[in-house]
């Protein structure tokens, strides 16, 4: 192992979209969401997708608004299943979680409880009781960064569905962060297939999205997205193999 690398937390994917498991409908209607919210739309996207529900929250509201991404694990029959992640913000006096599999949800906690995460984790995770078992929850806080100064662009050429999911994510990342494109090819079954993954650093970390995988948050000592040899030892990581990386 480089020594670059200290050591991973990785999240496979997103609880119900990555793993088959479906969603239990709502038990009473919710109120009207509070603002209008556009998803990127990508496979196991949950981290990538608070991620940009965060940028444009603070876009909308100002750099002092409230909100954290809430992170965790789970279990299912003594297995270990993909994590996921919300976010929890607070808006006009009320507490909410955001979640891609139920969109917005007010939460029973006071903004003087907002910051307990134990707490508000147990209502933001009500709706899988019963088909997972939530564990870790943890806070993820961003902190302010600049645009990307030469962000990537999305072709309508893209046909591939990884390296659409991730030209997707990237586009909408950079408008807030440095984030750095790749394409890589890796074996998978006997059949060497192309694959796409975006770098951006979140929460201190050095984040890569890949399709497949979802977001995994990487402790690095440098917490740079243009350090191509990097991105390419993180990325043999996740899909070992990886080979032939490609700037976009």
């Known amino acids: 192992m480089t020594g670059f690398i200290r050591a991973a937390a990785v999240i496979l994917g997103c609880v119900l979209l990555a793993d088959g498991l479906r969603a239990a409908p709502p038990a009473t209607a919710k109120p009207p969401a509070p603002f209008l919210h556009t998803r990127i739309g990508v496979a196991n996207g949950c981290f990538v997708e608070s991620v940009a529900f965060g940028d444009d929250l603070r876009a909308r509201q100002g750099e002092g608004t409230w909100y954290r991404l809430l992170q965790w694990g789970a279990k299912e029959a003594d297995e270990v299943v993909a994590g996921h992640a919300v976010v929890v913000f607070e808006h006009r006096g009320k507490v909410w979680s955001y979640d891609i599999n139920y969109g917005f949800t007010p939460l029973e906690v006071t903004p003087a409880e907002k910051e307990n995460v134990e ?10 009781v019963g088909k997972i078992t939530p564990r870790y929850p943890v806070y993820r806080e961003d902190f302010p960064a600049e645009p990307d100064p030469q962000p990537p662009l999305m072709s309508d050429a893209v046909e591939e569905r990884d390296v659409r999911d991730a030209a997707l994510v990237a586009v909408r990342l950079a ?7 790749v394409e ?8 060497t297939r192309r694959g796409a993954a975006v ?7 050095l984040c890569v999205y890949s399709p497949p995988a979802g977001t995994v948050p990487f402790r ?5 997205v243009e350090n191509v040899r990097q991105i390419q030892e993180l990325l043999r990581r996740i899909h070992p193999g990886a ?5 976009r």
Not at 199 to 205: E, I, K, Q
């Open 184 to 191: 890589f090819d890796y074996p998978k079954e006997g059949v």
């Open 119 to 128: 707490l508000v984790a147990k209502q933001a995770t009500a709706p899988y």
């Open 175 to 181: 408008k807030h962060r440095p984030v750095t494109l």
């Open 243 to 247: 080979s032939n990386l490609m700037m």
């Open 199 to 205: 770098a951006f650093v979140y929460n201190g970390r």
């Open 220 to 224: 690095v000592k440098a917490l740079s």
